[in-house]
């Protein structure tokens, strides 16, 4: 078992959520903690939550902790509200609508951490969870001008170009692995950002500020089911919160970025690509 707190925060989607934490407690080794805060859900998620998993959670002695909110008051809220509860020496931001892959993905990434005193975060492959489970982001790059770049988008998943542990810019919060160390310094997410949208590349760049690196680690893969958080959310104004949020990141670390080795910005053209939902489709495989 890693003394890590998985923080999970659900808004309805029951059936990711379902499956987020249930293969959740198929990692070898597992996390000690879980902790999931319900953002209002009016589709059973707080039920499941509540009254289900936890049937499932304690023979394996992980430690659950539910959090109920009565409204969506946002995903930094509701994540900032965990970090007050986790006890974990470590410290993992999971979406609800991502799923374990690699079983052994919590202990890699934790020796991640270990190698070195300054690496502070560190984050997985991200997969599409359809065959032939092409990459949806290896780590975030930032063009000198503030595009963002999936690294790897729509690549094979065994491409050599991301399969090699590298310090990025960033990463994006849908999976990624901490010290606890990191937060008690920087504090949690900056609610200006809620409900979601350019929080986690603000906090790695704060991260970043205070001396910490943050790396992707590609033995560790993970699936995610692209948007379901946020983008398929209805009550969410999506194109609007990315373009307010997206300023606002642009306008407190420009000075920083402007000048990074980052892509250019034709090389940050976004790949738009076919998703799949989880309704109908099987189980994406474990290895």
């Known amino acids: 078992m890693v003394d890590a707190?998985?923080?999970?925060?659900?808004?309805?989607?029951?059936?990711?959520?379902?499956?987020?934490?249930?293969?959740?407690?198929?990692?070898n080794p597992k996390p000690a903690q879980v902790v999931a805060v319900d953002n209002g859900s009016q589709?059973?998620?707080?039920?499941?939550?509540e009254g289900e998993f936890p049937d499932y959670a304690a023979p394996m002695g992980v430690r659950f902790v539910l959090l109920r909110n009565d409204s969506n008051v946002g995903a930094c809220t509701a994540r900032n509200q965990a970090l007050d509860v986790a006890t974990g020496r470590y410290i993992c931001?999971?979406?609800?609508?991502?799923?374990?892959?690699?079983?052994?993905?919590?202990?890699?990434?934790?020796?991640?951490?270990?190698?070195?005193?300054?690496?502070?975060?560190v984050g997985p492959k991200l997969l599409f969870p359809f065959d032939p489970y092409d990459i949806e982001c290896a780590g975030v790059a930032i063009s000198p001008?503030?595009?963002?770049?999936?690294?790897?988008?729509?690549?094979?998943?065994?491409?050599?170009?991301?399969?090699?542990?590298?310090?990025?810019?960033?990463?994006?919060?849908?999976c990624w692995l901490m010290k606890r160390a990191v937060w008690e310094q920087i504090g949690g997410l900056d609610e200006v950002f809620n409900p979601a949208q350019y929080e986690d590349f603000d906090f790695c760049y704060r991260a970043r500020?205070?001396?910490?690196?943050?790396?992707?680690?590609?033995?560790?893969?993970?699936?995610?089911?692209?948007?379901?958080?946020?983008?398929?959310?209805?009550?969410?104004n999506f194109k609007y919160v990315t373009?307010?949020?997206?300023?606002?990141?642009?306008?407190?670390?420009?000075?920083?970025?402007?000048?990074?080795?980052?892509?250019?910005?034709?090389?940050?053209?976004?790949?738009?690509?076919?998703?799949?939902?989880?309704?109908?489709?099987?189980d994406p495989p474990l290895v």
């Open 93 to 121: 931001f999971m979406d609800n609508d991502v799923a374990v892959r690699s079983r052994d993905w919590l202990a890699i990434l934790r020796d991640v951490l270990e190698q070195r005193d300054d690496i502070g975060i």
């Open 43 to 49: 589709d059973g998620s707080a039920e499941y939550l």
């Open 5 to 27: 707190s998985v923080i999970i925060v659900s808004y309805n989607k029951l059936a990711y959520t379902r499956l987020c934490v249930e293969r959740l407690l198929q990692s």
């Open 209 to 236: 500020q205070a001396g910490w690196q943050v790396w992707y680690e590609p033995r560790a893969e993970m699936y995610h089911y692209e948007g379901v958080t946020t983008d398929g959310s209805v009550d969410v």
């Open 243 to 282: 373009i307010k949020n997206g300023l606002e990141f642009k306008r407190r670390w420009q000075h920083i970025f402007a000048h990074e080795d980052g892509p250019s910005d034709e090389e940050c053209q976004w790949r738009s690509l076919p998703v799949q939902p989880i309704e109908g489709a099987p």
């Open 145 to 174: 001008r503030g595009r963002v770049q999936y690294r790897g988008r729509g690549e094979p998943v065994d491409g050599a170009q991301f399969d090699e542990a590298t310090e990025v810019q960033c990463l994006i919060s849908a």
